[in-house]
């Protein structure tokens, strides 16, 4: 079993940086998938990015050349830069763990992009 806790997030201005971590306990990290997810209140939770467990990374088109995903399976944790952020990357973006199917959930941490 693992468990996974998101930080980093906060009010940021347009074209604003943000980096968010996601913090992993137990064993069986670098066998993982990892993905950053978000979720606009009352929409369904979209997937922005994943990376598998040697580190190759996927990205929704919306995020494309603006966030890059990375792991670092010694610290059993992955991240997600944020740059030249938008007011509608506004949203609770969380961390998942899976390997054939979801293993774990973060709690989210909430990111608002406003002047």
């Known amino acids: 079993q693992v468990q996974l806790v998101e930080s980093g997030g906060g009010l940021v201005q347009p074209g604003g940086s943000l980096r968010l971590s996601c913090a992993a306990s137990?064993?069986?990290?670098?066998?993982?998938?990892m993905g950053w997810y978000r979720q606009v209140s009352g929409l369904q939770r979209e997937l922005v990015a994943s990376?598998?467990?040697?580190?190759?990374?996927r990205y929704a088109d919306f995020v494309k050349g603006r966030f890059t995903i990375s792991r670092d399976n010694g610290k059993n944790t992955v991240y997600l830069q944020m740059n030249s952020l938008k007011p509608e990357d506004t949203a609770v973006y969380y961390c998942?763990?899976?390997?054939?199917?979801?293993?774990?959930w973060g709690q989210g941490t909430q990111v608002t992009v406003s002047s």
């Open positions: 998942n763990a899976r390997r054939f199917t979801t293993v774990a």
């Open positions: 137990g064993s069986g990290f670098s066998s993982y998938v």
């Open positions: 990376i598998t467990s040697l580190g190759s990374p």
